[in-house]
């Protein structure tokens, strides 16, 4: 690009001239020198390297992160936190001896408003919740199981629905905080929640987050991977109703089951001091060595679990928290856990048996060309997607336009390898056409279109004024989602279902409307002849936007607000 300079030759020799001093121990080097791939002294607050390409003026800190051990161990106490206050919120709060009455806790009035009579109240001894009418469960599950896979459910669908048909108390059955969140969702999903129903669905969330806190402690057989992918779920309602911060918590909850079950070592090629077993505490403590899986679906199921919460949490990063929590910097190079298949595959018994996994994310940046069996599937599309997606925001947030010469030209290195990765992996995608909409993975399609060309948007953005190739790649990245609207969105497909969708719509549509604004500058200020053609080309695929926002299954008042200002940004052209 013509806005960064390229290394060159004379300066890199007169780099590698250098003469070397003391480097501390493996895994003891700062942040930067690790993702530079380059030998560090650990000096502080600067060790050398840095020093040397920062420069004079800019008075930089080198930033030294606790080892993989100490990492998992401030997950623990962090998740036991979190825990303790979300419990303080929402768990049931007794009154008297006679019965537990529930309350909301989000209320506007600082006093805790009483849920509706009948409402999850019982006056059974000991504060038991009264089940769920048993009426309303088989609605529930369809209605769930219609959009369960934009939802981030990673299950063996045919396997759990038969299990949700078995007898309470059925070993088989699956664990009652799974189901008590199924149930939610499908509450949620059912359009039931408007008006005073509303207090209904915090009953049912109530209800569910009192049962997923047990998972855990339950003697189920899959207790590891039912609690997982509670808390994907959960995350996922929680990101939807607008309350981000309840959702990041349940899904650093999922992440930390996740490492702390090693499910990021799954037919792994290497030995991982780093990551040793889970100190048994409190929350972890019924995590242990899961057994040898049943067959190649309960594998698939364990994989899969692993990649959707890599997934989410990538997409979830760029949407709601900030470069430094980015996992694919920390946690990427650590995953060993082979490519996922789709579930039909594991059904098929396609997983070789021999087939073993290293540095998998870390092999995929750096674009090396081994093919795995799992490479193309659609989930693990999507996972590449959120990749991509993390790294280009991360490379965004490094960016700017006074940066020292030394550190343009590796960010420049750094760019210009991203760019062509994301070029590539965009050319390879099945085109959304070649899709049946009513295949079980045309949802993973459709997301992974639209998170792969909102990371071209992303890496670009900060570079659109001063290049006008960057300028063109953002611009044809948002009409390329746009054009993938009208033929692949109707009112009852599922691809609206996904929480992560208003935030990628919202990217989009800030791109429509900058161009727009540009159009109308140029025609008022600059001279320049008017091309009305042009305007309303832009503004066509802008409604677009907004139409596809207006129409979901359910409320979401995350969508609600993007939608807001996405209309009060067009209405102040």
């Not at 590539?424 to 949802?443: G, R, T, V, W």
Request: hydrophobic content about 35%; charged content about 20%; overall charge negative.
């Amino acid at each position: 690009m013509s806005s960064v300079s390229s290394v060159s030759n004379e300066q890199s020799a007169s780099r590698s001239s250098k003469p070397r001093g003391p480097y501390t121990a493996r895994g003891q080097s700062c942040s930067n020198c690790r993702r530079r791939k380059i030998k560090c002294d650990g000096k502080r607050p600067t060790c050398s390297p840095c020093m040397r390409s920062s420069g004079p003026t800019e008075q930089m800190v080198c930033e030294y992160t606790a080892t993989n051990r100490s990492e998992i161990q401030a997950l623990e106490a962090n998740i036991k936190v979190l825990q303790n206050r979300i419990r303080e919120l929402e768990v049931v709060q007794e009154t008297d001896d006679a019965g537990v009455t529930l309350y909301q806790p989000y209320a506007a009035s600082s006093a805790p408003a009483p849920l509706s009579e009948g409402e999850f109240h019982t006056g059974v001894s000991g504060g038991q919740l009264q089940e769920i009418d048993e009426n309303m469960t088989q609605p529930f599950l369809d209605i769930f199981l219609r959009y369960s896979t934009e939802l981030g459910f990673f299950l063996h669908i045919p396997r759990f629905r038969h299990s949700m048909s078995l007898p309470k108390g059925s070993p088989e059955r699956p664990s009652e905080g799974l189901i008590s969140t199924v149930y939610l969702l499908g509450f949620h999903l059912s359009g039931l929640n408007v008006g005073d129903a509303q207090q209904r669905e915090q009953a049912y969330l109530s209800r569910a987050l009192l049962d997923v806190a047990n998972i855990l402690s339950s003697p189920h057989r899959d207790r590891t991977v039912h609690a997982i992918q509670a808390e994907i779920l959960l995350a996922g309602h929680f990101f939807s109703t607008g309350r981000i911060l309840e959702g990041k918590y349940h899904l650093h909850a999922a992440l930390s089951i996740t490492i702390a079950a090693k499910l990021h070592k799954i037919r792994s090629q290497n030995t991982d001091p780093g990551f040793p077993g889970m100190s048994s505490s409190d929350i972890f403590g019924n995590i242990s060595q899961l057994d040898v899986p049943l067959d190649q679906i309960a594998e698939g199921e364990r994989i899969n679990a692993f990649w959707t919460t890599f997934t989410m949490s990538n997409c979830w990063a760029v949407a709601a928290d900030s470069p430094q929590n980015f996992l694919v910097e920390s946690f990427g190079p650590t995953v060993d856990t082979p490519w996922p298949l789709d579930m039909g595959g594991y059904e098929q018994g396609l997983l070789p048996f021999k087939i073993l996994g290293r540095e998998t994310v870390t092999r995929f940046l750096e674009q090396h060309s081994t093919f795995t069996l799992g490479d193309n599937s659609f989930i693990s599309m999507y996972a590449k997607s959120s990749i991509l997606l993390v790294r280009a925001a991360t490379l965004s947030a490094i960016y700017r336009t006074d940066m020292w010469q030394q550190r343009a030209e590796i960010f420049s290195v750094q760019f210009t390898a991203l760019d062509n990765l994301l070029s590539s992996f965009n050319s390879s995608l099945i085109p959304l056409s070649q899709n049946a909409h009513s295949s079980e993975y045309f949802s993973f399609a459709f997301v992974t279109h639209l998170t792969t060309k909102v990371a071209i948007i992303t890496l670009h953005s900060k570079l659109r004024d001063i290049s006008s190739e960057s300028a063109e790649k953002v611009l044809s990245a948002a009409e390329a989602c746009t054009d993938m609207i009208a033929g692949n969105i109707s009112s009852d497909s599922t691809a609206h279902a996904n929480p992560l969708l208003p935030s990628l719509w919202m990217t989009i549509g800030q791109v429509l409307i900058e161009e727009l604004r540009r159009l109308r500058s140029e025609h008022q200020f600059r001279g320049v002849a008017r091309a009305p053609g042009r305007e309303e080309a832009i503004d066509v695929k802008l409604q677009q936007v907004l139409t596809t926002m207006r129409h979901t299954p359910a409320h979401s008042p995350l969508n609600d607000y993007m939608f807001s200002k996405l209309q009060e940004a067009y209405r102040n052209l």
